[in-house]
Nanobody
Framework: QVQLVESGGGLVQAGGSLRLSCAAS????????MGWFRQAPGKEREFVAA????????YYADSVKGRFTISRDNAKNMLFLQMNSLKPEDTAVYYC???????????WGQGTQVTVSS
């Protein structure tokens, strides 16, 4: 079992930045592909970004490409999402996930709210 705890969400104006963090409870964290997802009110959960076990390979949804950066610190069991140039449409609950591939996730955090005001 892997426990994931997100933090760093909040209220920010359009054009601003936030950095989300995800702390994983289990070692070896390095075995897992890690991803970020989000769910806006009334919408389905959608993929945001993912990175391979080493962090060398990263993947992004088209809607965030060039604005968001995913990274990980395997020594500290931490995953990050740097979000720049935020838009109101980025408003959602953001979830951290751990899995075996970039399309299969077994563990999910409880989510952190990100609200972008116009």
């Amino acid at each position: 079992q892997v426990q994931l705890v997100e933090s760093g969400g909040g209220l920010v104006q359009a054009g601003g930045s936030l950095r989300l963090s995800c702390a994983a409870s289990r070692r070896p964290f390095i075995n897992y592909v890690m991803g970020w997802f989000r769910q806006a009110p009334g919408k389905e959960r959608e993929f945001v970004a993912a990175c391979s076990w080493s962090g060398a390979n990263t993947y992004y949804a088209d809607s965030v490409k060039g604005r968001f950066t995913i990274s990980r610190d395997n020594a500290k069991n931490m995953l990050f999402l740097q979000m720049n140039s935020l838009k109101p449409e980025d408003t959602a609950v953001y979830y951290c996930a751990a899995g075996t591939t970039i399309t299969e996730y077994d563990y999910w955090g409880q989510g952190t709210q990100v609200t972008v005001s116009s």
